[in-house]
């Protein structure tokens, strides 16, 4: 069974505060793909990033950045220095060998002026 | 230009009712989607279409009918509107199916009295 769980439901962090969203999977495919969407207050879901299974070098974008470990079955996504318009709820996903994307439940990031 | 619109962004309607949204995108893409999100924000897959053809049918009441009357356009139509049907209904779409890389419009929330 895949399986994708966030399980910090909330967080609520003050500006510039660095914050790290986790995201734990399960799978037994040995080829799968992580994602992380965010979905602003205005509601609609943003791609942010899309990492295969065989590729756990850390990306980094701007402020952004995920740690892919797989001996951990982990995809974490850290935020540095965060500002108000972070604030969102982020989903992490996964997609295995049956195609379908596997969400999780969520977290909700507040960061607070 | 919107690269996902769905129309309308509010429904409010009583229950028996019968109500349809529609979704557009202008990418081009070639498989679209229809995602429900519940109250908790969990993210559940309806329908996916791919040229029009349907490739994914979750378990989903047959009340729901989607439509699609050619790859720029995927529909959704509810028969017999319930109040658990409640929820922000996400049309999305990818250039291929499943890449896990999608593109979603604002979402419509619906209300059912």
């Known amino acids: 069974a895949q399986k994708v769980t966030q399980a910090q439901t909330e967080i609520s962090v003050v500006e510039k505060e660095d914050v790290t969203l986790d995201c734990v999977y399960e799978?037994?495919?040995?080829?799968?793909?992580l994602f992380w969407y965010k979905q602003p207050p205005s509601g609609e879901l943003v791609f942010l990033i899309r990492?295969?299974?065989?590729d756990e070098q850390n990306e980094i974008s701007g402020r952004y950045s995920w740690n892919f470990q797989k001996s951990t079955s982990s995809f974490n996504f850290t935020i540095t220095a965060s500002q108000v318009v972070d604030s969102a709820v982020y989903f992490c996903?996964?997609?295995?060998?049956?195609?379908?994307?596997?969400w999780g439940a969520g977290t909700k990031l507040i960061i607070k002026p | 230009d919107t690269a996902v619109s769905q129309t309308p962004k509010y429904l409010v309607t009583q229950m028996g009712n019968d109500k349809s949204i529609k979704c557009e995108q202008n990418?081009?893409?070639?498989?679209m989607y229809w995602y429900k999100q519940d109250s908790k924000k969990f993210l559940k897959i309806m329908f996916s279409?791919?040229?029009?053809?349907?490739?994914i049918n979750e378990t989903v009441p047959n009340r729901f009918s989607p439509k699609s009357p050619d790859k720029a356009h995927l529909n959704l139509h509810i028969n017999s509107l319930e109040l658990g049907d409640s929820a922000v209904y996400f049309c999305?779409?990818?250039?291929?199916?499943?890449?896990?890389?999608?593109?979603f419009g604002e979402g419509s929330r619906l209300t059912v009295l």
């Open positions: 999305a779409s990818s250039q291929l199916p499943n890449t896990g890389e999608l593109f």
């Open positions: 990418l081009g893409h070639d498989t």
């Open positions: 279409y791919n040229n029009k053809e349907l490739i």
């Open positions: 799978t037994r495919d040995t080829t799968y793909y």
């Open positions: 990492r295969n299974s065989f």
């Open positions: 996903a996964l997609r295995g060998s049956n195609y379908q994307l596997i």
